[in-house]
């Protein structure tokens, strides 16, 4: 299938993955109505017309998958596109010669921009492994064979800070709600109280790395566009500085989905199992925060 998707034009690809899309998102419906409740509670505007555009760019990203299974990687160049702002600064974080951490999110494709980050620097990607046995190997060798390095939480730490040593990139996602509430860093996120994962903030503390914050989106003519949102110096960083920073970085999510509300995974329950009390103590052990207890 790969194969046969990978020798369709772009605009074939557009086409396929907005029917995939409205199938599963008008027919089958899946979590529609958690998609729609949660973009009204965030304050996008005609949240049925956002919800069909999220479904639509998720069903393009599959067929953009499939394609990259199929292709090779010098076709990538001219499927994502990276503004001039966003490169100098990507540039000037490394240029501090300790590499840099991405804040990365579920925005855009986010499989092809990470497959596009490792084709200009070393990538690390801090990933989670499927149930599915068989579709894991095949979505993680994908990724393996444009350069992307791939590695469980578990013990993720210590190979960050060697991929840093490097000058590379370790990218984690900030987006979801932490495994362990020892991770999680209490946020306001669409006008909510959500929990938001500090790990990018605490290697790039423990490393003295820049932590960048990026995203991405699709335009009308199916070119990706990566978008550094912010960049953040541990310039003396503390258990404070990650906690404003893990903030901060939500905060400039939080701008960006609101200016492409279809491009963000509203699929997933960001607000979910909010308890009454807070997250652990900031002051933690930095070496632990991506370990997830046994």
Not at 29 to 38: D, F, G
């Amino acid at each position: 299938m790969s194969w046969l998707v990978a020798k369709l034009p772009p605009i074939a690809h557009r086409a396929l993955g907005a029917c995939l899309g409205f199938v599963a998102g008008s027919v089958l419906r899946i979590r529609r109505n958690h998609v729609e409740r949660a973009m009204a509670a965030g304050g996008i505007a005609d949240p049925a017309r956002a919800a069909r555009g999220m479904y639509r760019s998720l069903g393009i990203s599959l067929l953009e998958f499939l394609w990259l299974a199929g292709g090779d990687a010098a076709r990538l160049d001219g499927r994502v596109h990276i503004d001039e702002a966003s490169r100098r600064a990507l540039e000037g974080a490394r240029a501090r010669g300790r590499g840099i951490v991405l804040s990365a999110t579920h925005t855009g494709n986010w499989d092809l921009a990470a497959c596009a980050m490792a084709r200009r620097m070393p990538l690390l990607v801090i990933t989670k492994r499927l149930s599915m046995r068989a579709l894991d190997h095949f979505w993680q060798s994908t990724r393996g064979r444009y350069g992307v390095r791939l590695r469980e939480a578990r013990g993720a730490m210590e190979e960050g800070r060697r991929m840093l040593r490097e000058q590379g990139a370790v990218a984690m996602m900030i987006d979801q709600v932490p495994l362990h509430r020892r991770h999680a860093v209490p946020v306001e996120f669409f006008g909510r109280s959500a929990f938001a994962d500090k790990a990018p903030a605490a290697l790039a503390a423990s490393a003295g790395a820049p932590l960048v914050v990026s995203g991405a989106f699709r335009d009308e003519h199916g070119m990706h566009h990566l978008v550094v949102l912010d960049v953040l110096f541990p310039d003396k960083a503390g258990p404070a500085w990650i906690a404003q920073a893990t903030r901060t970085s939500t905060e400039a999510l939080e701008r960006f989905v609101r200016a492409h509300p279809s491009e963000w995974l509203w699929l997933h329950r960001r607000w979910k199992g909010i308890p009454q009390e807070r997250p652990g103590d900031d002051r933690e052990d930095l070496r632990l925060v991506v370990e997830p207890r046994a």
